[in-house]
Each structure stands twice: as C-alpha cells, then as structure tokens.
T-cell receptor, first 115, second 110 residues
Framework: EAGVVQSPRYKIIEKKQPVAFWCNPISGHNTLYWYLQNLGQGPELLIRYENEEAVDDSQLPKDRFSAERLKGVDSTLKIQPAELGDSAVYLC?????????????FGPGTRLTVT | RKEVEQDPGPFNVPEGATVAFNCTYSNSASQSFFWYRQDCRKEPKLLMSVYSSGNEDGRFTAQLNRASQYISLLIRDSKLSDSATYLCVVNKAAGNKLTFGGGTRVLVKP
C-alpha cells in the first residue's frame, strides 16, 4: 500500500515569492493534516481536514497561508508571500478517521528554504 | 511553558546498554500518549502507544505517570539502528490533535 505522497520534496525560493505544496493521502483516509517542523523541534499542526472540511485551522497563519482539499482527497498548502522564517519542513499526514484512536501516517515532507 | 517538554539530548549510549528518558506534559486533560520515532531527515513514525498500565514492545517499554504528568521510554539492549530522535506525543480528547515534544536524540555507538 502506498504511503502519503508529497511533492516537491525540496523547494528553494526567494522571499516574497509564492510557493505551493501538494499532498496525496493514503487511499481511504478521510482525515488529512498539515504540520510544520522547524529544525530541532517537533511538528506543529497547521490545519486538519475531515474530508473536504477544515475542522481545525486555528494555528494556520491566515494572512499568508492557505490550504484546500477540494474533493476530500488531495490537498494543497500555499504560502504567499513567503518570508525567511517560513523555512522549515512541511509535513502532511493522514488517518482513517479523526478520532484519537486512529494512527497518523506522515509523508516524507517538503523541505522549504526561503532565501 | 511548552505543553510537552523533552530533554533534547543527545543521549550517547553504548551498544547493548539500556537508556531511558522522560517527557513531561502540562495539560492534565490529555488522554492519549505516544512515542514516535524520527530518523534524520525522515518523517515521524509511530513507535508505540503508552497505556496507563505501562506497556512493552520487544526491547521498548513505555510508562505513564498521570499523577506527575510524565511518560517515559526505556530501550534495552540498544542497537545501532535505535539511533534516532524520539518524539513524545500527547493527544487531547477533542479530536485527533497531536502535540509533539521537541524530541530526544539518542545516539547508539559501537
């Protein structure tokens, strides 16, 4: 069974440019998460989707970050404009359901460098 | 104060030795607890859940102390392949929202 797929794996952009990350969750997983992980720290949740609905976006900096999951499967996370402090790894995860008993499976992440 | 705190390490462990480390959490409403493992430049992967009665999975033993609000992980007979960062994770009751600690780095050396 394929795991969570993310692309691109690496991205280097100049500050003030836009950037987008794509995630394809494990087939059948209704719940999708985007996390941000800074060097030497644990992942921090940005947004959680149940199917196509964003049920928790309280940690998403909405002035520059946006996300969508139009058909309840793939998801895109966008940053516009990017700032130097956005350099981090952006991880996508998915789970069968939104309850705490469901294991979250992580993708390999997109490593963003903003110069 | 961070919700989940860990000693960042590194814990330098001779191969075959035992290593143990803790994680403290601040929210007494936390319901579920986990240890995730993250290799360098890789994604986190679930290592084991932590149950109130304590649980063991091979060489790994996890304990939960709700009164003192900490969980622990013990690795026996350490292998070189155990070298990784171990992330303490706490889940509150409302939804599958994981809060990660900063991780404890373990280096097993020959």
């Amino acid at each position: 069974e394929a795991g969570v797929v993310q692309s691109p794996r690496y991205k280097i952009i100049e500050k003030k440019q836009p950037v987008a990350f794509w995630c394809n969750p494990i087939s059948g997983h209704n719940t999708l998460y985007w996390y941000l992980q800074n060097l030497g720290q644990g992942p921090e949740l940005l947004i959680r989707y149940e199917n196509e609905e964003a049920v928790d976006d309280s940690q998403l900096p909405k002035d520059r970050f946006s996300a969508e999951r139009l058909k309840g499967v793939d998801s895109t996370l966008k940053i516009q404009p990017a700032e130097l402090g956005d350099s981090a790894v952006y991880l996508c995860a998915s789970s069968l359901g939104g309850g705490e008993s469901y294991e979250q499976y992580f993708g390999p992440g997109t490593r963003l460098t903003v110069t | 104060r961070k919700e989940v705190e860990q000693d960042p390490g590194p814990f330098n462990v001779p191969e075959g030795a035992t290593v143990a480390f803790n994680c403290t959490y601040s929210n007494s409403a936390s319901q579920s607890f986990f240890w995730y493992r993250q290799d360098c430049r890789k994604e986190p992967k679930l290592l084991m859940s932590v149950y109130s009665s304590g649980n063991e999975d091979g060489r790994f033993t996890a304990q939960l102390n709700r009164a003192s609000q900490y969980i622990s992980l013990l690795i026996r007979d350490s292998k070189l392949s155990d070298s990784a960062t171990y992330l303490c994770v706490v889940n509150k009751a409302a939804g599958n929202k994981l809060t990660f600690g900063g991780g404890t780095r373990v280096l097993v050396k020959p």
